[in-house]
């Protein structure tokens, strides 16, 4: 069970770092996630079933996600829809678009060949991760990393440079959306099946998992963003396995998963509060 709930918490870590660029390097709640997980799971799942490469059909989810952030930023900077409700919509349209992909709401992937076939899964699992962790690593330190970074923080600073917002966004939401749909197509592998209702709950998942490791790590030269998200997100299996043992339902986790996000959040707004008003208890010698 210890090393199952290490391996689940890195496939959704690979959907937290996917969350961490929508949801805090852009400013963007994106709802969509609960749509484009699921669909990575049915686009990989149908493509394995049909005799695809495993890991094309991977390629082939992380593109789906792609195209479910492209529809997101286009709708929202096109039409002046706010973020928030483009979310919803697109989500809300995703739901039917994964039956149609899928044909029927759960497909069953036992006795199929997979990444995971004769291999050990988390030195298959962390490869994926590895890769994922670079890779945004880097894209974060190159021109367009900072960019984004900007576009988050100062939009109007972004313009005065010259740079077109409107496509640097739709970027970081299809990036976003990628990872998010690359790692619903790896867990569909790993639990060995693909479920429509498997992507309910994905954002608050995720902000669970970017909370809980910016509450334990800090941000400095040891850990960075990319490193933060993946410990939370461990941790945040390790919680609901913790509340798995001491008698909680598997239906509850939804529950435990809302209230743990609140709980830390405001906390951390407490401690925020504290240190406003007695900034002498804060001070280090």
């Known amino acids: 069970m210890l090393l199952g709930t290490i391996e689940q918490g890195l496939i959704f870590a690979i959907m937290a770092l996917g969350l961490y ?12 996630v609960d749509g484009s997980f699921p669909m990575g799971g049915s686009i990989a799942a149908i493509l394995i079933i049909k005799g695809v490469n495993p890991i094309t059909a991977l390629g082939v989810a992380f593109i789906g996600g792609c195209l479910a952030g492209f529809v ?51 030195l298959i699992i962390l490869f ?92 400095g030269k040891i850990f960075n963003v990319t490193t933060i998200v993946i410990v939370g997100s461990i941790l945040y299996r390790f919680i609901i396995m913790g509340s798995l043992k001491i008698g909680f339902n598997a239906s509850d986790l939804k529950l435990i998963t809302a209230i743990l996000t609140v709980g830390v959040m405001a906390f951390k707004s407490k401690n925020l509060k504290l240190k406003l008003t007695f900034p002498l208890l804060f001070k280090k010698n």
């Open 128 to 219: 994926i991760v590895l890769l994922s962790k670079f890779s945004l690593d880097y894209l974060l330190k190159t021109k367009f990393g900072f960019s984004l970074r900007a576009l988050g923080d100062n939009e109007t600073l972004v313009v005065s440079l010259g740079i077109d917002e409107k496509k640097l966004k739709i970027m970081g939401l299809m990036l976003a959306n990628g990872l998010v749909a690359l790692s619903g197509g790896i867990l569909v592998q790993y639990q060995g099946f693909s479920d429509i209702a498997m992507g309910t709950g994905t954002i608050v998942t995720g902000l669970a998992s970017i909370i809980i490791g910016e509450s334990v790590l800090k941000k």
């Open 21 to 32: 660029i929508s949801y805090k390097i852009l400013d963007f709640p994106d709802l969509t």
């Open 72 to 122: 997101t930023g286009y709708i929202h900077i096109q039409f002046k829809i706010t973020n928030l409700l483009t979310g919803i919509i697109v989500m809300t349209g995703l739901y039917s678009i994964n039956l149609r992909i899928m044909g029927r709401s759960n497909i069953p992937l036992f006795g199929i060949d997979n990444i995971f076939s004769n291999r050990p899964n988390l």
